[in-house]
């Protein structure tokens, strides 16, 4: 899974990595951005699953983006 932290600021991308959608994986990303920013993932079915479950399960804020805006900004 490809993820990418944005500056809350500026809206700009800070960094962009991809991990395997594993607990590993998502322990990596647990590590890597900071408590105080939200997930935002994209509404994939089972796939999102495991990193909502790990995210909550760490104190994390895990955001769902609606499916219409999801689609629209994969498309762009």
């Known amino acids: 899974m490809t ?5 809350p600021l ?3 991308a800070t960094w ?8 590993d994986g998502i322990r990596q990303l647990l590590a890597r ?4 920013r939200p997930w935002v993932v994209e ?7 495991l990193v909502v ?5 760490a104190a994390r804020t895990v955001l769902l983006a609606a499916p219409k ?4 900004s994969l498309r762009a």
């Open 10 to 12: 500026t809206q700009q």
């Open 43 to 49: 509404p994939t079915g089972r796939y999102r699953q």
């Open 3 to 7: 993820t990418t932290l944005l500056d």
């Open 69 to 72: 805006q999801a689609r629209d």
């Open 53 to 57: 479950e790990q995210g909550q399960e």
């Open 16 to 23: 962009t990595i991809t991990v395997a959608n594993t607990p």
């Open 33 to 36: 951005v900071p408590v105080e």
